[in-house]
């Protein structure tokens, strides 16, 4: 609780503020008293997660809200840091908000009562509006041959980018668990004993042993605490293996439905209990799939062996392992992966419902691995799919791959983001009962901005952040210049993946190969001799594919220069081609061109800062020459105003209704003349004559219609005498 000393010194604080004043004598914290209005500004809140303003402030200040000295300063100082994201560098708005945050950090640090504020960063200011620079058309610039990124010149990972990371998941809703769709049912025998089912199934798992040893997978359980809460989990009761054993043995299960739900609670616990990688997640891994063959149909259920080599997965070999179908040296154990969706004898569908869950075409899961249970397959859905011939209740999914550092060859000093992973141009076909769990996936350039909203993610998924492609082929990293690419079609054109944003831009920490810390994989590490021999085959491929000369790019390497592998379309190949150097000493025609030695001058910042920046690597954009197509103006001036467009348009309706009532009027005196020669009163049928323009002289004295006078040409009134 505050002291009154302390309340008295926020005020005389909050006095200063508004005691700043422009050069008109007008206070500039004016603006700053009252939040936008939501109607007018819905970008404003779309893009400020935590809006504040002076009187809101104020307001809390007199209400008691705040119990420290802290929580107010914080609260003042992002009134400021928000117009700082929000607004252009350089507009007013922007001006006095740095002005008013400088005066409040020099003001609460003079007064004695105040404790001093914790050190902040500052909000990192954007140069336009939040709607410019979308994520999809930020160009990123290529991985080298030696890995290395550009992201050198942004903020790194520090504790004030924990604690904005924290406090945006914290405003994230918590995922609430499954739906009450999608669950085990029974039928026949089975539903008559239902009890005698799940004693099976539980029997089935606690057989399982680990490959090439005599221990028991099901041990696992045995070191999760029963009456341990996670907050990452989406219950709060205590949940064992035992518990649901003796509840089976008490009959305590009303229906199929909720032993499932049970089973599936446990291995929830297992997943957020043990650490990805290990052993005993593996383990959880292990015996979910099994779990998951053993209650859906019941023909895949009597197929499922009592142990297996690959993890019961639904395919032989995982990333690292597995080859394209009907590839050279391909065989039945690791043929698994093509490169374009099939579509041959299945019919696709909008959206399955398994075990509660709900997958739909971009939604990022975890997958059983046949070779490694403790590091699942990272994978986005593609496809959902019903075999035509298949089992009933058999279904499936087509799955583009992700792959993990580790299962990627490259050199030892390369670093990597933390939770990175890579896009292939492998897809697969799944069995809805390989899915794990659902996790999210962010491109970098919106993972360093904010976090997924639900529900494509929730703060108790597990995260993956991609930067680049892997070409295992060639064994390249290619940095993602487009997201949209890299997504199903349908989804390009909406915003996928929205993200609550930060207060400014955080990235993700840097860490080393984990090859160096002794994790097993499929990958490897290699020197950069055989990094240059890799992209000069494939840029040799590529050159005879397109009868172009082959690039050489050892020299490229060798001379520091960076490569990037560009993937062909359709194919899995590459071609390297170094980066284009745009600096203004190349622009004109190097050195020897401008004469001597001559002075290369850094521009100032008070100058730069008028110019649009790359967004990854700080640099100043900017362009030799004007476009070279230029566009005519004169092609696009109107020809026309629009006053007379509109008279245009009036003319041509009114034309069109006089000739509509012409027509008609024909029609009624055609049906006139019919009858009168049908009633026997004679004469020869009359020929009536037409209101145009050649028969006017038949009509004297009658007055131009509507539809003659519109046709005349216009001639101007007579002068008067």
């Not at 999914?397 to 990175?420: D, G, L, S």
């Not at 103006?633 to 467009?645: G, I, K, N, V």
Request: net charge neutral; hydrophobic share 35%; glycine share 6%.
């Amino acid at each position: 609780m505050l002291t009154d000393a302390q309340k008295a010194g926020i005020l005389r604080v909050y006095d200063v503020l508004w005691d700043v004043k422009n050069s008109r004598g007008k206070s500039i914290a004016e603006p700053f008293s009252f939040l936008p209005d939501k109607s007018a500004w819905k970008d404003y809140y779309r893009v400020i997660p935590h809006p504040r303003s002076l009187n809101g402030v104020k307001e809390n200040l007199d209400s008691g809200t705040y119990q420290t000295t802290q929580a107010v300063f914080d609260d003042l100082n992002l009134v400021f840091a928000n117009a700082l994201h929000f607004n252009e560098d350089g507009s007013v708005i922007h001006n006095d908000a740095r002005t008013l945050k400088t005066t409040l950090e020099t003001t609460w640090a003079a007064e004695p009562e105040l404790n001093p504020p914790r050190p902040s960063t500052p909000a990192r200011p954007v140069a336009a509006t939040p709607s410019a620079a979308p994520y999809d058309d930020i160009d990123a610039s290529p991985v080298g041959a030696t890995g290395e990124t550009n992201w050198e010149s942004m903020k790194p990972r520090d504790k004030a980018g924990d604690e904005i990371v924290r406090k945006t998941e914290g405003s994230l809703p918590r995922w609430k668990g499954p739906s009450l769709e999608g669950w085990m049912s029974l039928e026949g025998q089975a539903a008559r004993e239902p009890y005698k089912v799940y004693a099976d199934i539980i029997s089935r798992l606690k057989a399982v042993k680990d490959k090439g040893a005599d221990t028991l997978v099901s041990d696992a359980f045995t070191r999760i605490s029963e009456a341990a809460v996670l907050s990452e989990l989406s219950f709060t009761t205590p949940m064992s293996l035992a518990l649901i054993e003796n509840r089976v043995a008490l009959r305590g299960y009303p229906a199929p439905k909720d032993f499932d739900m049970d089973m599936a609670r446990l291995f929830e616990k297992g997943r957020r209990w043990f650490e990805e990688g290990s052993k005993d997640y593996g383990r959880i891994l292990i015996l979910q799939r099994l779990y998951q063959g053993l209650t859906s149909s019941t023909a895949a259920a009597a197929a499922l062996p009592r142990n297996s080599n690959q993890n019961f997965a639904s395919i032989p070999a995982g990333p690292g392992f597995a080859k394209p179908l009907h590839s050279a040296g391909s065989t039945s154990q690791d043929a698994v992966t093509t490169y374009r969706i099939q579509n041959k004898d299945r019919t696709f569908t909008d959206e399955i419902i398994f075990k509660g869950m709900t997958y739909k075409s971009g939604d990022y899961v975890h997958l059983m691995n046949p070779n490694d249970a403790s590091r699942p397959i990272i994978g986005q859905i593609f496809k959902l799919w019903i075999p035509d011939n298949g089992t009933p209740g058999e279904r499936g999914i087509a799955v583009c791959w992700y792959f993990r550092p580790e299962q990627t060859f490259h050199p030892p000093q390369r670093p990597f983001w933390e939770h990175e992973v890579f896009k292939t141009g492998h897809f697969a076909d799944h069995a809805m009962e390989d899915i794990i769990e659902k996790v999210g996936c962010q491109f970098m350039t919106r993972h360093i901005r904010g976090r997924p909203k639900p529900p494509m993610w929730y703060p108790n998924w597990p995260l993956y952040v991609c930067d680049s492609r892997y070409n295992d082929r060639d064994r390249v990293f290619v940095r993602i210049k487009n997201w949209n690419s890299c997504i199903p079609d349908e989804l390009r054109k909406a915003d996928f993946m929205p993200i609550l944003p930060y207060e400014r831009t955080v990235m993700p920490r840097k860490v080393d190969s984990p090859f160096l810390h002794g994790v097993k994989g499929p990958g490897g590490l290699m020197e950069e001799d055989e990094l240059r021999r890799k992209s000069k085959r494939a840029a040799e491929r590529t050159a005879r594919s397109s009868a172009l000369p082959a690039l050489d790019v050892t020299a490229a390497v060798d001379a520091g220069v960076k490569t990037e592998m560009v993937p062909t379309a359709g194919v899995a190949t590459a071609e390297v081609r170094p980066p284009a150097d745009r600096s203004l000493t190349v622009a004109a025609g190097g050195r020897a061109a401008l004469g001597g030695d001559p002075t290369i001058e850094t521009l100032p910042e008070d100058t730069t800062r008028h110019f649009d920046r790359d967004p990854r690597t700080g640099e100043v954009l900017w362009f030799s020459g004007p476009p070279i197509q230029r566009i005519n103006p004169e092609a696009f001036r109107p020809q026309y105003s629009l006053e007379y467009l509109a008279f245009l348009a009036k003319k041509k309706a009114a034309v069109e209704k006089e000739r509509a009532r012409r027509e008609e009027e024909d029609e009624m005196d055609t049906d006139m003349e019919g009858e009168e020669d049908d009633d026997g009163q004679g004469g020869p049928r009359r020929k009536r004559v037409r209101s145009d323009s050649s028969s006017q002289e038949n009509r004297p004295n009658v007055p131009p219609t509507l539809l003659e006078s519109l046709s005349r040409p216009y001639q101007p009134a007579p002068a008067s005498t």
